[in-house]
């Protein structure tokens, strides 16, 4: 009995062992700064809901309604719920497993089958003719054909983890788990800039739309003062052939505005996670214009190694590189003898009455072993597949430690330099106004040809489709900062 407890304090102690190799982050040569003051814009704190920093009812509401109901993030919420009912699963390794069982049989044996059952009758039947012939009573030897045995019992077996496989291999389902959960939250915070690169495109091409739409209008009008001229011979062919070629070219920019319009509709909806008949039929919210949304980023305080503990996809690769680590490990103990315990109790009785008496208890227990002596590479071709997966999931790592970064520059980058064209466009779309209104007084005075109205009004139209376009890219950018920041903590 000594022996066994000692057994016993020994497998404990051992169990939980662990040989997977140790965990370090990989190294890697990160920036001192933000980056250059060009294009470093004012530090502040940049909240988790980032995108409410645009000040826009509606922006926010079609963000939280792709938050909720988003297919991708759906599919995603899925895979977080798999991962942790594989934690669970994987936990139930290190615990021993009991079962409870029970049974009951009555049957009826082969007399032909058996040469006992045979045998058996044939004495009772000789012992009965004697009996008789003796005139005394006779008594049966051969047993019935028929019986019955009754059981039940609960039975528990355990396998001692001497060499960690059911912890590492637990370990790891929990960091694939993390990994999930950080995936999952990098996908809401890609969506919700998706959501936001969408609607500035919408309000885009909303302006756009209504700014040729006011466009035509007026050249429509004019058209018809300018037909009357010419009529009138008051203007040259060449002068109202002009005209209404600005017309026809208006005509074809308010259809394709209509265009984009729709197609920036219906990706929007998609993207809230709208039926098939909403984004078939339906319209997406609108708030304020593009010139009405602030354009002002901000960068939290602190050092671009905090990046690292910000964004979500960076927190997921670290996890699915722990899980690795710990999956070599569980390919390691492989190699290792592994014991397993049994035991039962139970009662088993051929009377169904009797089945739960003293005489009816039994019970068992007992041991094996099990060491693997030729799998032919199998174990060690386990090991090196958890080992290539291992610098896998490092490289993953490392790749999305460079992708934050060049991420980031590339929206400063673009948030700086849309900045500036903004500011120049709107400059030229001021100066191109004034321009074109000059332009139709020298006409109307007689100092100029009308081509030079045509050429003022039609560069103004074209600075202001510009504006509105780098506008809305700009405003994309700011939104692209905040998503390649982490979102907010």
Sequence with gaps: MKNILATGVLMLALAGCSLAPDYHRPEQDLPSSWGTEDIRPEPGELSREWWRRF???????????????????????????????????????????????????????????????????????????????????????APSRVGSLWSGAVQASWEPDIWGRYLDAASAARETLLSAEEAERALELSVAGQVCSAYFDLLNYQTQLELTERTLASRQSSAELYE?????????????????????????????AKTSLEQAEGALLLLTGASPAEVFAGRAKRGASLAALPAVPQLPEGLPSELLSRRPDIRSAEAALRAAHFQVGE???????????????GVASTALGSLFSGAAGTWSYGGGISLPLLTFGRTLSGVRQAEASMREAAASYELAVQQAFADIRSALAAQSGMAESVKSLADSAARMEKAAELARVRYEAGYSPYLDVLEAERTLYSSQMELAARRASQLSAIAQVCVSLGGGW
């Design 55 to 141: 000040n826009d009812a509606s922006l926010n509401d079609l963000v939280e309604q792709a938050l909720r109901h988003n297919r991708e993030i759906e599919q995603s919420l899925a895979r977080v719920d798999g991962a942790r009912a594989a934690l669970g699963l994987a936990r139930a390794g290190l615990f021993p497993q009991v079962s409870a069982q029970g049974s009951g049989e009555r049957s009826e044996a082969s007399r032909d089958a058996s040469a006992t059952y045979g045998m058996m009758e044939e004495l009772g039947l000789l012992e009965e003719s004697v009996s008789r012939l003796e005139g005394r009573p006779s008594r049966a030897l």
């Design 228 to 256: 009357k001229q010419y009529a009138a011979g008051a203007i040259s062919e060449l002068d109202i052939l002009n005209v209404r070629t600005q017309v026809d070219s208006l005509k074809d920019s308010l259809a394709r």
């Design 331 to 345: 390919a390691r103990a492989a190699f290792f003898p592994s014991i397993s315990l049994t035991g039962s109790f």
